[in-house]
């Protein structure tokens, strides 16, 4: 079968280069036509693993421009607290999550919230003061505010109010310290215990 079909292309060729003004061209635009069969054939039963291959390709490129654009964002948020103090909402939220505070309660607590901001942006502006004297000043605006909002909470929220208190002394006074011109260094934290 083979050979019969050898033999009809062949027959094919001939009737064509015989006719032709040009038997040449035609004789090589007859076999570029078979070469292209072959490799039409060729792609055809590839197409699932090009297909397959095209998808992985394209799935990785997205999956690794996704990562990198999670990367800059921050994940959330979570990279912009250790860039600086968190937001007066931000911190309000967070406090009306953990002590599970009433809308009577947030709106109590806001400005006290806010008034802390307030000074310490105005402490961290301020270049006539020492480090030392900066965290000192830190300090004391921390445990005023603390005692402003103690009296606000129930005496289960004050429990908790103060467990976050002692667990987050120390991450919370070393960033603060770091926008205000010095790297956070943990020197500054012997004086504040």
């Known amino acids: 079968m083979n050979n019969s079909r050898m033999l009809r292309r062949l027959n094919a060729v001939v009737v064509l280069m015989t006719t032709s003004n040009s038997p040449f061209s035609t004789a090589a635009i007859f076999v570029a036509a078979g ?6 054939k060729e792609f055809h039963r590839m197409k699932k693993a090009m297909i397959c291959a095209l998808l992985t390709v394209a799935m990785a490129t997205c999956g690794t421009a996704l990562y990198a654009q999670m990367q800059d964002s921050g994940q959330g948020g979570g990279q912009q607290q250790r860039r600086g103090p968190m937001s007066t909402d931000d911190r309000l939220q967070h406090l009306t999550q953990m002590l599970n505070l009433t809308s009577d309660q947030q709106t109590k607590i806001r400005p006290i919230l806010e008034n802390e901001s307030t000074q310490m942006q105005a402490l961290r502006g301020d270049t006539s003061m020492s480090r030392d004297d900066k965290m000192t000043k830190m300090k004391s605006i921390r445990e005023s505010t603390n005692s402003q909002i103690s009296p606000i909470l129930t005496s289960d929220q004050q429990q908790k109010w103060q467990q976050m208190q002692t667990q987050h002394m120390r991450p919370q ?6 926008p205000g011109g010095d790297q956070g260094a943990p020197p500054p934290t012997p004086p504040q215990q």
């Open 35 to 40: 070469a292209w069969q072959r490799v039409s």
């Open 173 to 178: 006074g070393a960033p603060m310290g770091a």
